[in-house]
């Protein structure tokens, strides 16, 4: 998953410090999420060469530092007789990958990170599919969930909008990305576990 986010960041011309391109735990995610003290997970979406009988190797597991169970898979062929499934495991070869934790200071809110998806799979729904898995968890644990991109990112940044994110004019105190130039946010949990835990 590093050489993914980093060879994404250097596509973009982000691999340079104030970006995740530096982050020291980039080389160890899943040890990273396993010990965060807070909620919070990474997820690992692989594709899975499947037979004609629709049968691949290895099961689909849980995300990585969390004991989630993995999304059903879409079959998605790319103009062979192969097809491809998608999903949360750790058997095949990694296409992208998304995280959630708390962010610094603030009890009710947690942060995207690392939204990554292979440029070669890129336009096939994965960044949804991971998006929406992080974005259920988040709701499970927190009021809202913030995010920090860079607006050379276009793809990402519709994705956001389509989600329902809502850009803001500025950072919230305590981010790590200096050289981010937008920041969103949104609403994800219910407004009746909102209301119980008051």
């Known amino acids: 998953m590093a050489a993914l986010i980093r060879r994404s960041l250097e596509d973009a011309g982000l691999d340079r410090p104030g970006t995740a391109y530096c982050d020291p735990q980039l080389d160890r995610l899943a040890e990273y999420y396993a010990g965060l003290e807070r909620p919070g997970a990474y997820w690992v979406m692989v594709e899975r060469l499947v037979d004609d009988d629709g049968c691949g190797s290895g099961d689909a597991g849980g995300g990585i530092g969390c004991g989630s169970?993995?999304?059903?898979?879409?079959?998605?062929?790319?103009g062979t007789n192969d097809r491809n499934v998608y999903g949360l495991s750790t058997d095949g070869i990694v296409v992208g990958g998304v995280g959630i934790a708390a962010w610094p200071g603030s009890k009710d809110t947690c942060e995207l990170q690392k939204l990554y998806v292979a440029a070669d799979r890129r336009g096939l729904g994965l960044g949804r599919r991971l998006l929406e898995?992080?974005?259920?968890?988040?709701?499970?644990?927190?009021?809202?969930?913030?995010?920090?991109?860079h607006s050379s990112l276009k793809a990402a940044c519709g994705?956001?909008?389509?989600?329902?994110?809502e850009f803001l004019d500025g950072p919230l105190i305590g981010g790590e990305h200096s050289a981010m130039d937008m920041w969103a946010v949104k609403e994800v949990a219910c407004r009746q576990r909102n209301s119980a835990d008051n």
Request: charged content about 25%.
């Open 133 to 149: 898995k992080a974005l259920a968890f988040a709701g499970e644990h927190y009021r809202r969930c913030y995010l920090e991109t």
């Open 69 to 78: 169970g993995a999304d059903g898979c879409d079959a998605s062929g790319h």
């Open 159 to 165: 994705l956001y909008r389509a989600m329902g994110f």
